[in-house]
């Protein structure tokens, strides 16, 4: 888009409902797979998103750790990045876990969501005191089969298969958390 952003017309929340994912989806695809005949073309594409990335206010935890991710892969330095890793610190609930929205209870997608982003984007050190907390959150939450629970905000659009992962109508969002 002309403000830099990537879009996608899907709604399945967490993953797949606005830019910030989309966005940090294609920096990472053009980081990973550059077209060497359009170099310049996707370095002006890169510079908008970053533009766009460092502007742009999030509201989810998904956005906010997707920014954080985007805005590495566009390759903002890490005194760019520093406000965005102490922003994502903040948003830890005390217990030590995240919440994918302001208000709801915590699970292990936002969890683990997080603590990906601010280790490999934010450069957060595993032996940082936030998060170890977070990875023992998920150790004291995981269940006896290995999985995690995450509760499901989509609205379904496929059938479920209860018996390829647990935690029933929420199987997609548990898989993806426990991954």
């Known amino acids: 888009f002309p403000d830099g952003s990537f879009r996608s017309n899907s709604y399945r929340p967490p993953s797949e409902y606005g830019p910030f994912t989309t966005t ?42 997707m920014q954080l991710n985007g805005l590495a892969d566009a390759g903002a330095s890490a ?12 948003a830890q609930n005390q217990d030590g876990s995240w919440s994918q929205l302001p208000g709801v209870p915590a699970e292990a997608y936002a969890t683990g969501e997080a603590l990906y982003a601010l280790h490999l984007s934010g450069n957060v050190a595993i032996n940082d005191p936030s998060y170890q907390k977070g990875v023992q959150w998920l150790l004291r939450n995981q269940l006896a089969d290995g999985s995690w629970f995450a509760p499901t905000r989509a609205v379904p659009v496929q059938p479920h298969t209860f018996e390829s992962f647990p935690n029933g109508w929420h199987q997609f969002v548990s898989e993806a958390g426990s991954c």
Do not use: N
């Open 24 to 65: 940090a989806l294609a920096m990472r695809a053009i980081k990973l797979y550059p077209i060497p005949g359009r170099r310049e073309e996707f370095q002006e594409r890169v510079s908008r998103a970053k533009r766009w990335l460092l502007s742009a206010k999030p509201f989810s935890l998904e956005e906010r750790s």
């Open 79 to 90: 005194s760019e990045r520093a406000s965005f890793v102490k922003a994502l610190k903040s």
